[in-house]
C-alpha cells in the first residue's frame, strides 16, 4: 500500500503548481486550467484520506467539486470568450477593468 | 396697577404683524393707511387712559410695574444669575414719554397716508413704522436693561430699514448702512456697560439697580465707567459728537421718517436713557461733566453747520443734532426735569417743521435745494403758517413752546451746581444761530422772490390727510410749553412737579436745593429772548431786505463759508482716519491676505494633500487580478506560518 505521506505530497506539488500558475501566467486559459489544476490536487487529498479513514463522505464531496468544476469551467469559459470578443486578446496584462 | 398697560405694545405689534403678512395683498391703499394709523391711535388712547389712571393716585403711588412673561427664566436660584421678565414700568417719566411717542407718531402716520401716497412700497412702509413704534414703546416702558436694550436695537432696525426705504438708489443705502454701523459702535458701549452693570449689582432690573447704587457714594470708580459707557451708546442712537455723523445722512429716507425717528423719537432715546438711570448719573459728577460739554458743544457745532445748507432737509438735520446737544447739556447740569420738558417740545415743533419740510417737498415735487425755492407762501398757506410756527417755537420766542424749555435749558445751564457762564455762553450763541438758520430757512423757502421755473413747476398744497396733523402739530408747538412755565413767570412748572418723583433719587444725592427766584434770571430770559430775536433779524435782513449781503459774506469769509459749507470735512476725515484703514486692512490684509491665504488655504491644502496621498495609495489598485491574487496568496502563506509557529 502506498502510504499516505506520497498522496499528500503530490497534492501539494499539484496545488503549488497551480497557484504559481494562477499567479504567474498571462494566458487567461492557462490561468483557467491551472485553477482547475488546484482543484484537483483538493481532490486527490481528498479521495486519499476518504480510503485511509474508510470514510465514503470525503469521495462524495469530490462529486461535488467535480460538478461545481464543470459548471464553472462552462461559465469561466464563456466569460473568457465574451472577453476575446471584445479585445481581441485573452491577456490578463490587457484586461485591468477593475481599476478605478 | 395697570392691568391693560400691555395693550400699549399689542397695538403697534398687531398692526405690524398684519401688514407685514398681508400688506403686500390689500391693494387698498386707504386701508392700509388706516391700520396702520389706527393701531398707533388705540396705542395712544391707552396712554391717555393710563395717563388719567395716573393722575388719579397720589404722586407717590405713581409708578407700576406689569410683569407680563419671563423672558429669560434664572438658571440657578442663587444671586447673580441672570433673570429677565418682559415687565413695563409705569411711572410719569415713561407715560410721558408714551404719549410722546404714540401721539406724535399717530400724526406722522396719518401724514404718511397722504405723502406716500401712490409709491409702490405703500404697505410696507406702514409695517416698519409700526414695528418702530412697537420698538420704541418697548425702550420706554421697559423695567430692565435688556428689554430696554431690545428697544434700543429695535428702533436701530427699523431706523436702517427706513432710511434705506428707497432701497434702488445707491446713494440711500449708503446712509442706511452708515447709521447701522454707527450706531453699532455705540451700541457696543451700552452693551459693556449693561454688562458692568450685571457684574456690579446682579441684576438688570432699574429697581434692583438703582436701590443698590443709591448706597454707594458720590464718584465712585465703578459708576463712572457704567455712566460713561452708556454715554457712549447714547451719543450713537442720539446723535452727539463724536457719533453724529449719520443722522444727516439718515435724511435719504422718506420724510415722515425724518420727523418720527430722525427727529422726535429715535434720536431722544439717548436722553431718556440719561434721565432713566439719573441715579447713576448723579453718582458720577465727571460723566455729568462729559455729558454737559458734549451737549454744549455739539449744539453749537451743529448750529453753525445749519448756517449754510442748502438742502431743507438737512438744515433741519443740523438742528435736531443742535437741539439734542442742548438737552444733553440740561442732562449734564442736572436738569433732568429741563431736558424731558425740551424733548417734548422738540418732538412737537421739529415733527412740525419736518412734515412741513415734507409738504414743502412733496408741493415741489421732490425739490429739496431751498436756493431753488422762494415765494412758496402763495402756493401753500397752510404749510407756511404752520411751519413758520414751528420756527418761532425752535428760535424761543415767548409764549411759544421752546421758548420755555430752552430758556430752562439755559439758566440751568448757568445757575446748577454743574453749570457754568462758559456754558451759558455757548448755548445762548447756539441758540442764536437756531434762530438765524430757521429764518434763512423760512425766509428762502417761502419768502422773496421765486426761483424756480413757472413752465415745468407748479407747486401744490398739500392734501388735506398731511395739513390736518401739520395744524395740530402747530397747535401742540405753541401751547406744549405751557406744561412747564416757571415759578418766575408765575406759572406752576406743572411738568417738573410730575416728573419730580422720578428724579428724587438723584436729586437727594446731588443735594440740589429748591428752585430760587433771582434777578438774574430774568436778565438772562431777557438776554436769550434777544438774542433769538437778533438771529430773526438778521436773517430777515441778509435774506429778505438786502439779498447781496449774503453773496458779500459768503465771499468775505470764503475759507470759513466753505468749510462749514463742507461740515467741516468731518466725514472726509472719518473717512480717512477710520473707514478708509479699515478697508484698507480689510481688504489687503484680513481679505486677500488672511481671508485667501490661511483660511482658504487651509481649506483647499488638506484637499489637495489628501489627493495627493491618494495619487501614491491609488498605484496598488492595478486592476489586475492576479495581482490581487498574489495578495491573497501571501497572505494565506503568512497566516499558515503564523499558526505552525505558534
Not at chain 1, 485553477?35 to 484537483?40: A, F, K, R
Not at chain 2, 465727571?286 to 455729558?291: G, H
Not at chain 2, 438737552?327 to 433732568?336: E, Q, T
Not at chain 2, 390736518?468 to 418766575?488: D, Q, T
Request: aromatic share 12%.
Amino acid at each position: 500500500m502506498i502510504p499516505m505521506n506520497h498522496y499528500l505530497l503530490l497534492s501539494a506539488v499539484m496545488f503549488i503548481i497551480g497557484a504559481a500558475g494562477v499567479m504567474t501566467r498571462r494566458n487567461a486559459i492557462i490561468v483557467f486550467m491551472s485553477i482547475e489544476l488546484m482543484l484537483n490536487s483538493v481532490n486527490l487529498t481528498l479521495v486519499a484520506y476518504s480510503a485511509f479513514l474508510g470514510d465514503v463522505t470525503g469521495q462524495v464531496l469530490v462529486f461535488f467539486v467535480m460538478a461545481v468544476a464543470a459548471s464553472e469551467a462552462a461559465v469561466g469559459l464563456a466569460i473568457i470568450i465574451a472577453l476575446f470578443r471584445r479585445k481581441q486578446t485573452v491577456n490578463l496584462d490587457e484586461i485591468n477593468l477593475l481599476k478605478w | 396697577m395697570i392691568p391693560y398697560t400691555p395693550l400699549l405694545v399689542l397695538f403697534p405689534l398687531v398692526g405690524f404683524i398684519f401688514l407685514g403678512l398681508f400688506g403686500s395683498r390689500l391693494k387698498n391703499e386707504t386701508l392700509i393707511g388706516t391700520i396702520g394709523s389706527g393701531m398707533v391711535g388705540l396705542s395712544f388712547l391707552t396712554a391717555v387712559a393710563i395717563l388719567v389712571e395716573l393722575l388719579g393716585m397720589p404722586a407717590e403711588g405713581r409708578k407700576h410695574i406689569v410683569e407680563v412673561f419671563d423672558w429669560l427664566s434664572p438658571f440657578t436660584d442663587s444671586a447673580g444669575s441672570l433673570a429677565v421678565p418682559v415687565s413695563y414700568q409705569i411711572d410719569q417719566l415713561s407715560v410721558l414719554m408714551t404719549l410722546v411717542v404714540t401721539g406724535v407718531g399717530f400724526l406722522i402716520h396719518v401724514y404718511s397716508i397722504g405723502y406716500m401716497h401712490g409709491d409702490p412700497g405703500f404697505w410696507r412702509f406702514f409695517t416698519y413704522m409700526n414695528l418702530f413704534i412697537f420698538a420704541m414703546l418697548n425702550l420706554v416702558l421697559a423695567d430692565n436693561f435688556l428689554l430696554m436694550f431690545l428697544g434700543w436695537e429695535g428702533v436701530g432696525l427699523c431706523s436702517y430699514l427706513l432710511i434705506g426705504f428707497w432701497y434702488e438708489k445707491k446713494s440711500t443705502g449708503d446712509a442706511a448702512k452708515k447709521a447701522f454701523v454707527v450706531n453699532r459702535i455705540g451700541d457696543f458701549g451700552f452693551i459693556i456697560g449693561m454688562l458692568l452693570i450685571f457684574s456690579t449689582f446682579g441684576s438688570l432690573k432699574f429697581d434692583t439697580v438703582f436701590a443698590g447704587a443709591s448706597v454707594l457714594s458720590s464718584g465712585n470708580t465703578t459708576i463712572l465707567w457704567i455712566t460713561l459707557l452708556l454715554f457712549v451708546g447714547a451719543t450713537g442712537k442720539s446723535a452727539q459728537i463724536p457719533l453724529y455723523v449719520w443722522l444727516p445722512d439718515a435724511m435719504a429716507g422718506p420724510t415722515p421718517v425724518s420727523a418720527l425717528i430722525h427727529a422726535a423719537t429715535m434720536v431722544t432715546a439717548g436722553v431718556y436713557m440719561v434721565a432713566r438711570c439719573s441715579l447713576l448719573y448723579a453718582l458720577a459728577p465727571t460723566t455729568l461733566l462729559v455729558i454737559a460739554i458734549v451737549g454744549a458743544a455739539t449744539a453749537l457745532f451743529a448750529a453753525t453747520i445749519g448756517l449754510v445748507q442748502n438742502d431743507i432737509k438737512k438744515v433741519l438735520a443740523y438742528s435736531t443734532v443742535s437741539q439734542l446737544g442742548y438737552m444733553f447739556l440740561a442732562m449734564g447740569v442736572a436738569a433732568f426735569g429741563a431736558g424731558i420738558f425740551h424733548l417734548m417740545t422738540h418732538a412737537f415743533f421739529k415733527a412740525l417743521l419736518f412734515l412741513g419740510s415734507g409738504a414743502v417737498i412733496h408741493g415741489m415735487h421732490d425739490e429739496q435745494d431751498i436756493q431753488k425755492m422762494g415765494g412758496l407762501k402763495k402756493y401753500m398757506p397752510a404749510t407756511y403758517r404752520t411751519f413758520l410756527i414751528g420756527a418761532i417755537a425752535i428760535s424761543g420766542i415767548p409764549p411759544l413752546a421752546g421758548f420755555f424749555s430752552k430758556d430752562e435749558i439755559l439758566w440751568k445751564a448757568y445757575s446748577s451746581e454743574f453749570g457754568s457762564p462758559l456754558l451759558w455762553g455757548v448755548a445762548v450763541l447756539g441758540a442764536a444761530m437756531t434762530a438765524f438758520y430757521m429764518f434763512r430757512l423760512v425766509i428762502l423757502t417761502f419768502e422773496g422772490k421765486e426761483r424756480f421755473d413757472h413752465h415745468h413747476l407748479h407747486p401744490h398744497e398739500a392734501p388735506k390727510s398731511m395739513t390736518l396733523p401739520l395744524m395740530i402739530l402747530a397747535g401742540l408747538s405753541i401751547a406744549g410749553g405751557w406744561l412747564g412755565i416757571p415759578a418766575s413767570l408765575f406759572g406752576g412748572n406743572w411738568l417738573e412737579h410730575w416728573l419730580e418723583p422720578v428724579f428724587a433719587p438723584a436729586n437727594r444725592k446731588l443735594m440740589l436745593g429748591g428752585h430760587e427766584i433771582h434777578a438774574i434770571e430774568y436778565l438772562l430770559m431777557f438776554l436769550s429772548v434777544a438774542v433769538a430775536a437778533a438771529g430773526i433779524y438778521g436773517a430777515w435782513t441778509v435774506y429778505r431786505k438786502r439779498t447781496e449781503i449774503a453773496e458779500r459774506l459768503a465771499v468775505r469769509f470764503r475759507t470759513l463759508y466753505r468749510v462749514l459749507f463742507n461740515k467741516y470735512y468731518v466725514d472726509e476725515v472719518y473717512d480717512a482716519a477710520v473707514v478708509n484703514p479699515i478697508v484698507k486692512v480689510s481688504n489687503d490684509y484680513l481679505w486677500q491676505g488672511f481671508d485667501v491665504t490661511v483660511i482658504d488655504g487651509a481649506v483647499n491644502g488638506s484637499a489637495s494633500l489628501v489627493g495627493r496621498l491618494a495619487q501614491v495609495l491609488r498605484r496598488l489598485q492595478t486592476g489586475v487580478a492576479q495581482t490581487y491574487t498574489i495578495a491573497f496568496v501571501t497572505g494565506i502563506l503568512f497566516v499558515i506560518t503564523w499558526l505552525l509557529v505558534q
